[in-house]
């Protein structure tokens, strides 16, 4: 596996291998089989993968966990080179905001302001200025994301429109443990109680299918189920849990095929979100 850690020689080491398809997969570490997915995802269809790992600091407001956030740099290079991985892409801050200049970016769209982005309002800007500084230096072919961030999918597939970017964005599976919580770093921060709290989120999402395979339809009706469920863990604390259109996170008042259930939940100090369609 080849490491870089300066832009300037990453962009050499792919000038050569312009007639490839380049696969690329943006993570920020702690790696775990999320991440390996996408991974997986991205080395069929693609001659290269390339992933980064960066934790972007514009994505964290001050008082979030940037300085706690996990780094496990050296278990993650072991896990992409028995990955084979071809290249993992490992800039400094720096080299992605030299002189602490962001990328230009038009207004986000509306969907950027509601859910995850009303309760860390300059997050999705951070995760746009990052996105796009990589997709500059890069220049993938193909770019792999989970939906387990649905609203980041949205944000991404946003950016490759706005620029006329040349990229096909594939929005890969979530990944859970056995007892369905869906993989995560921050999983990591939450002790044995709190695992056994987080399995709420999950158990939700899988009540409110059954509900709605038995015909409820009354996305209402829905929302306060979920809400009343949630609040039955004592550990937890919701955020929202809502079902919203696919496509632009608007509000329903009826289930259809566009209908996409979204959960975010505190439990202790650690945020955790999840989503199903
Ligand atoms: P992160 O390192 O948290 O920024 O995540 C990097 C990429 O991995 C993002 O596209 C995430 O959506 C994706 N990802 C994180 N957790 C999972 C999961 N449990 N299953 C699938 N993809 C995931």
């Known amino acids: 596996m080849k490491i870089f850690t300066q832009t300037q020689a990453i962009q050499t080491y792919l000038n050569q291998y312009k ?10 570490g702690a790696l775990h089989n999320g991440h390996l997915s996408l991974i997986k995802i991205a080395q069929k269809c693609c001659d290269l993968t390339i992933v980064s790992i960066f934790v972007n600091p514009t994505q964290f407001a001050p008082h979030e966990d940037l300085d706690k956030y996990p780094r496990t740099i050296e278990a993650d290079k072991k896990l992409l080179e028995e990955n084979k991985v071809d290249v993992l892409f490992l800039p400094t801050v720096e080299e992605i905001y030299p002189n602490k200049e962001k990328p230009n ?8 302001k509601i859910l995850e982005g ?11 200025q990052v996105i796009k500084r990589f997709f500059d230096i890069i220049k993938p072919n193909d770019v792999f994301f989970g939906q387990k ?6 944000l991404i597939d946003w950016l490759i429109h706005q620029f006329k970017l040349p990229i096909n964005l594939h929005i890969c ?10 993989l995560s770093s ?7 109680n709190e695992k ?4 709420i989120l999950n158990q939700t999402l899988q009540k409110i299918q059954k509900l709605i395979k038995k015909g409820e339809t009354d996305i209402k009706k829905l929302e306060n189920f979920m809400q009343k469920k949630i609040e039955s863990e004592p550990l937890a604390k919701v955020d929202y849990a809502t079902i919203r259109n696919k496509n632009d996170l608007t509000k329903q008042k009826l289930i259809n095929q566009e209908s996409l259930i979204l959960i975010a939940v505190k439990i202790g ?5 999840d989503n199903q369609k």
């Open 196 to 199: 056994k709290s987080a399995l």
């Open 19 to 28: 007639t490839l398809r380049i696969g690329f997969v943006p993570t920020m």
């Open 149 to 154: 961030d649905y609203q980041q999918c949205l």
């Open 186 to 192: 921050r999983n990591q921060y939450l002790n044995p």
């Open 269 to 273: 100090t650690t945020r955790l979100i």
């Open 173 to 182: 599976p979530i990944i859970r443990e056995p007892n369905g919580i869906a």
């Open 105 to 112: 970016l038009p207004a986000l769209p509306k969907f950027t």
């Open 118 to 128: 009303e309760i860390r309002p300059t997050h999705f800007l951070g995760v746009a």
